[in-house]
């Protein structure tokens, strides 16, 4: 049996225009909403493969606001069997307090006898993008730690994780317990099912209170790119546009070979 | 002084690590900068390294040598950064913000008990050190302060171009014997499969990529667009729809969450221009955009439009290519 923890993190839904809260120290999502990041939501469906290939469980944690149980929620209802809120204000957390706090739930559930084979994280969240919860993580525990992992699977004592490098596909074999984070493009994230949603409803979340003295991010703040008016030029319409895009290629020196 | 990870392919050094080896000059004006070369370095590219290095201003190159480098292992490279920076009481370690670049400084920076900044952009100030970098996918920048004793810090792909030194130098060739411990090998490759096709450096480093988005239409709709992309000699690059349903490979991806690239063409075709795709293509030198939609984000922010179906005006490009050609 392995069971498998899956940290996630609540994001601003940036796919439409991003805008800043007043004190520059956060991206203000009232009007874009939130999402969980695109590469935990993979880690989310590796997290439930393995679990179910080996006969564990897959638990889900965050650490964020009490608002972030919709993004739980969002996990029990793909198949997550259990749920943790570490309950934070996520924007007065550095990634090294974040992996802190992650560290301290995992002690917490070994020293009540649930212990987690392996631990899943996104390669980098959406918003902050600091890339290194997930390695902090693994020298906080102890544990070996690969990032940017497209796929993985459990055999016997290891899990043995794919991801692109330089040369092709790198393979790599952990002992377990072991930590892993995943890049988006190894596995599609399924979609909840009608029970998934009932028993997500049903499924209680264990909160619990912050336990690290945070040491902060370094965050003096944020800002928006300066907006570029458009200076667009418009070849033409349709295909009647061809021999001016073709003149353009062979001004740029594109088309000579 | 500035400890700099460089790495090297076929070329020599890379043009991302020839760029964090611009960057650095500007972290700590007048301090120097300092190369670690982890592995062995072949032969026949030594010369040429220690050309580009020596163009470039390095004072030093640093080179880490054991038998246990030569499978990569993140914490392992990072043992050989962090003997270096200890050794010469480096202000900053610095290397590019590919994925190995990032994963490195991670351990780098948890070693030292430091900070860390990824896909840094711009220096604000150097005292306190103030770095903008990029962040919520490039949509937007987080200043970041970076006071403790030593400065970790990754750069953005294509926050700058290599640019000479002002005085060129002769680096001089140090190798070294890294302290690893067993512990540093716990996550180390233990083979590698090439890629089948796939070259996932082409995309990074193509001159000319043709984009395509959602005006594809369907896995069917890009045979004119890979004919163009093979009569331009470039590399197609798609946006993350495209991957989402599965029309083409992951490994094709232009943006956030796939490849940055910086061609001097893009021809982005159908491709709307969301913020996360924007990220990967904004550093192309000049960008064209064909979109149906004269007001989407991809038309206004590019250099030429055409407005219209790619599905009519790709080929007519195509054949007005083959018709000069012949």
Known sequence: ?257 | MIVVLVETAEGGVTLVSREALTFARDVAPGEGVQAVVVGDLAEEIRPQVLGQLGELGVAAMHQAVDDRLGRYAAATWAAALVDVAKRQSAQAVVAAGTPRGNEILAHVATRMGVAMAANVVAVETTQPLVVTRQVVGGAALEEMRLDDHVAVLSVAGHACDPAAAETPTDPAVTTYSPGLTEADLRAQVVRTEPAEVVDTAALTDARVVVGAGRGAGGPDGFDGLLELTELLGGVLGVSRVVTSLGWRPHHEQVGQTGSRISPDLYLACGISGAIQHWAGCQSAKTIVAINTDADAPMVTKADYAVIGDLHEIVPAINEEIRRRRS
């Open chain 1, 1 to 257: 049996m392995v069971d498998v923890l899956v940290c996630v993190k609540r994001v601003p839904d940036s796919s439409g225009q991003v805008l800043l809260s007043p004190d520059e120290q956060s991206v203000d999502a009232r009007h874009v909403g939130f999402t969980t990041s695109p590469h935990e939501e993979c880690a989310v469906e590796l997290a439930i493969q393995v679990a179910a290939a080996a006969g564990g469980g897959a638990t889900v944690l965050t650490v964020a606001s009490v608002d972030a149980t919709a993004q739980l929620r969002n996990a029990i209802a793909v198949g997550c069997t259990s749920a943790v809120l570490v309950e934070a204000d996520p924007n007065r957390l550095g990634p090294a307090d974040v992996a802190a706090e992650i560290a301290e739930v995992i002690r917490a559930h070994e020293a009540a006898g649930r212990r987690y084979d392996l631990v899943l994280l996104g390669n980098d969240a959406a918003d902050t993008g600091d890339f290194q919860v997930g390695v902090r993580l693994g020298y906080a525990l102890d544990r070996p730690v690969v990032t940017g992992i497209a796929t993985c699977e459990v055999q016997g004592e290891r899990v043995v994780a794919r991801g692109e490098g330089p040369d092709g596909t790198e393979v790599f074999e952990l002992d377990l317990p072991a930590v892993v984070t995943v890049s988006e493009g190894g596995v599609a994230p399924r979609y909840p099912s009608i029970p998934g949603r009932m028993k997500a409803k049903k499924t209680p979340v264990e909160t619990r209170a912050a336990g690290v003295d945070p040491v902060g991010p370094a965050r003096v703040r944020l800002k928006l790119m300066p907006e570029q008016p458009s200076s667009v030029q418009v070849l033409g319409e349709g295909p009647a546009a061809a021999p001016a895009v073709v003149d353009l290629l062979e001004q740029l020196g594109v088309l000579a070979r």
